[in-house]
Structure formats: structure tokens, C-alpha cells
């Protein structure tokens, strides 16, 4: 099963690495542009706060993991993108858009946090 954790933690952290990364780095029209149509719904400071989420998220999934310091940070980290990924949910809903792949992602994340927290701790 720590396996599987690390192999999940490790997409988990890539794919919000990659999204936060595109979300600081471009501009709102452009992110729009590229089919993301929920950043009209936000200011551009609002998708700059969420891309550094996702980007510190993705950090802190693996980072305090490889340094075995302050592991309780994986956890935490897996928590936060869980609830980045609720509220992506509740967008898309609203947006009557396709919600499975922040529902997706947010049970990859619920699913780390849990077990990092209980069963499969560091």
C-alpha cells in the first residue's frame, strides 16, 4: 500500500504542479482561452492565489516525504488539494460543466491524506 501512496502522491503532484504552474504563468484570457472557462468566473488574483495552491500542494506532497522532515506536511498538503478540488467541484456544478476530473483528483487527494494521516504514516 505505501507503494500505491507514493504512486498517487506523485501524479497527484504532478498534475497540480503543471495546473498551478499554467495558472500563475498565464494570463486569465489566455487560460480561457484554453478552455478553461471557469477563470471569467475569477479575478486574475484569484487564479494567481489557486495556481500557488496547487503549486505549494504539489510541493508539499513529496518534498517533506524525500527530506523525511515535518512528514506531517504530506498529509496536510493532501488535505488542502482535497479542498481545492471541492470547491472546483461546486464551480463546475454551478458552471454546468463536466465536474469528474477535480472529483477525480479530489478523491486521489482525500485518499492520501486518510491513509497518510491513519493507516500509512511516515
Known amino acids: ?13 504532478v498534475t497540480f504542479l503543471a495546473a498551478g504552474l499554467m495558472k500563475i504563468t498565464q494570463p486569465r484570457p489566455k487560460l480561457v482561452a484554453a478552455g478553461m472557462g471557469y ?4 479575478s ?12 505549494l500542494g504539489a510541493i508539499g506532497l513529496i518534498l517533506p516525504a524525500v527530506l523525511d522532515t515535518a512528514t506531517i ?3 496536510l498538503a493532501a488535505t488542502g488539494l482535497f479542498l481545492v478540488m471541492v470547491g ?23 485518499f492520501v491524506a486518510v491513509l497518510r494521516f491513519s493507516t500509512y504514516p511516515f
Do not use: C, Q, Y
Open 44 to 55: 486574475a488574483g484569484a487564479m494567481k492565489g489557486i495556481g500557488a495552491l496547487e503549486v
Open 88 to 110: 472546483a467541484v461546486v464551480v463546475h456544478i454551478r458552471r454546468t460543466e463536466s465536474f469528474a476530473a477535480p472529483l477525480v483528483l479530489a478523491v486521489l487527494a482525500l
Open 73 to 75: 506536511l504530506v498529509p
Open 39 to 42: 477563470a471569467e468566473d475569477f
Open 1 to 13: 500500500m505505501t507503494i500505491a501512496l507514493w504512486v498517487v502522491a506523485g501524479l497527484l503532484a
